[in-house]
Every structure is written in structure tokens, then in C-alpha cells.
């Protein structure tokens, strides 16, 4: 987890937030969904509010690739005489594609327009997911995240 700030901003001046209107570059409609949802629960529990004027507006990005899965089983094939032989080998990986995925969360001051806060996470991901996996990655997610907001320093 890696968060960075304005080392300007006194973030005791931010009070409410809103929502970009195109939050969610990369997430499908339940998965914004999903994530507007803990992150109004868990800003609520830092004492912020939703506004429709609000200090600062929150963004949030996920970024996916592939991952390497280096959980595979192998499987030979073999046919061989006292002239020469043949063989065949390959792996099968075990427990479904995963996904590296890179979840960011902004928050824009809404007067300048200026980033005052970003956290990040990377993690891997079952690329199936029941929408429960789903509900409970994404609140362990910016639970984790949200623990570095407000920066102290």
C-alpha cells in the first residue's frame, strides 16, 4: 500500500466529498457500485459527509493485467524406440487465471481542481469471483487503503 499527499493541504479543511460522475475507469457498473458504496460506509466513519458541494471529489482507478501463475500441473507425453523418440510436455494451472490488479483512489481538491490525496494498492485476483468475493475484496481493499487518510505528518 503506498499513499502520497500535498504536504500543503491541512486535510482538517476537508469535510464533505462527492463522486466524480466517470469514477471507476476499469471497474464494471456493480463493481462501482461496490466500491461508492464502502467508501461512503467507510469515509462516514471518519466523521466525512457526502455533498453536493463538497471540499474535495473522490476518483477511483483500477488497473488489470495478467499474472503469472506459476501453479501448474505437468503432464508427459512420451513414445520411444531403439531408433529415436518423441515426447510431449506441457503445464495446466491450477486454480483459475489470476490478475494483478493496481486500485487507486483520488481525492481532488474541488476548487483548484489539484490531486491532494492518492492511495494505491496492488494485489492478485481470481479473475471469477462470486459478487460476494467480490464485496469483500473491495471493502479489505480500501479499508487498507482509507487507514492511510487523513495523512499524518
Request: proline share 3%; glycine share 10%.
Amino acid at each position: 500500500m503506498i499513499s502520497d499527499y500535498d504536504a500543503e493541504i491541512n486535510f482538517n479543511n476537508f469535510k464533505t466529498y462527492n463522486f466524480f460522475e466517470d469514477i471507476g475507469k476499469g471497474l464494471n457498473e456493480f463493481d462501482v457500485k461496490r466500491v461508492v458504496s464502502t467508501l461512503h460506509t467507510e469515509l462516514n466513519k471518519k466523521g466525512l459527509a457526502q455533498n453536493d458541494n463538497p471540499d474535495f471529489y473522490i476518483n477511483v482507478i483500477a488497473n488489470y493485467s495478467e499474472a503469472q501463475n506459476r501453479n501448474t500441473i505437468g503432464i508427459g507425453i512420451g513414445s520411444g524406440n531403439r531408433n529415436g523418440g518423441f515426447g510431449v510436455s506441457g503445464g495446466i494451472p491450477i486454480g483459475g487465471k489470476k490478475l494483478n490488479e493496481e486500485f487507486i483512489i483520488e481525492f481532488v481538491n474541488a476548487k483548484t481542481n489539484e490531486i491532494i490525496w492518492e492511495g494505491v494498492l496492488n494485489s492478485t485476483i481470481k479473475e471469477q469471483r462470486t459478487p460476494e468475493e467480490k464485496e469483500s475484496h473491495f471493502t479489505d481493499i480500501i479499508n487498507k487503503i482509507l487507514d492511510k487518510y487523513p495523512p499524518k505528518g
